[in-house]
């Protein structure tokens, strides 16, 4: 779900009930704005708040951990690639066509993460990995040291994959679209019961509109949260292409 699209949604219908809620004010007699009924709204609406910040919390838990899980996968398989790297450099001349297709891989994957390098979607097959899976398979160890070297590279490149697959397998949203929309619901709500109560002028608009503008920002950047690899609040793609670097010495 787009997070400008679910941004504005959220301010229309947060500031919409706020106008609303003046214009209730003027149209309701004034019997049925009375102290008692006053209290008897500001108690329920303080309910309903309590359910939002709730609803809130986990929201922003819940975008914040995957975004925290993404960023670690990320850093995680900039380090193995490096050590691959490292391992086939101490193995030996013989895997050098090994090391350039582990570059090559490294050139693949970075614009298949981030959109802005070239791709839309995080693929979690990259052509060059069975070619560098085969390449360590046919290395032929001609000591201990080697035979070391080819087990724990063969290893590396295998939670590589794994670690890829569960990125791309990271990348459905995480935020749940009923939690999302029950919390626009009763922000609208709530921004109803302010305005129904307060006297219509421009100093109460445009206060319903600073705040609406804040919740709905709020909404928005936790949306962003949830889209680590484009967007506002992204995941620096710094370690991949520092790596590519450190590959290219």
């Known amino acids: 779900m787009d997070a400008h699209f679910v941004g504005i949604i959220a301010f229309a219908s947060i500031f919409g009930a706020s106008l609303l809620g ?83 891989s490294v050139e693949s994957a970075i614009p298949r993460m981030w959109p802005e390098y070239g791709s839309q979607a995080l693929d979690p097959v990259i052509p060059e990995g069975k070619d560098l899976y085969s390449a360590l398979v ?22 590589l994959s794994k670690t890829r697959m569960l990125l791309a397998a990271r990348e459905e949203p995480s935020v749940v679209t009923p939690l999302l929309v029950a919390v626009i619901v009763w922000l609208s709500l709530i921004f109803l019961s302010f305005s129904l109560f307060a006297p219509s002028n421009k100093i109460i608009v445009i206060t319903m509109l600073v705040v609406a503008l804040s919740v709905s ?21 710094a370690p991949m292409r520092d790596l590519l670097d450190y590959l290219g010495r």
């Open 138 to 159: 046919n290395l032929s160890p001609q000591d201990d040291v080697q035979r070391t070297l080819k087990t724990r590279a063969l290893e590396t490149l295998i939670e």
């Open 217 to 237: 920002t709020a909404i928005f950047l936790i949306m962003e949260l949830d889209r680590p690899f484009d967007g506002l609040i992204q995941i620096s793609s």
């Open 22 to 104: 003046m214009r209730l004010h003027n149209a309701v007699p004034n019997q049925h704005l009375n102290p008692e009924t006053k209290e008897v709204v500001r108690l329920g609406m303080g309910l309903i708040a309590t359910m939002t910040a709730l609803l809130l919390g986990l929201l922003v838990a819940t975008a914040k951990g995957s975004y925290d899980a993404q960023r670690n996968e990320v850093i995680l398989i900039a380090g193995r690639v490096a050590f691959l790297e490292r391992a086939l450099a101490v193995y030996g001349p013989e895997a050098g066509p090994s090391r350039e297709l582990l570059r090559r």
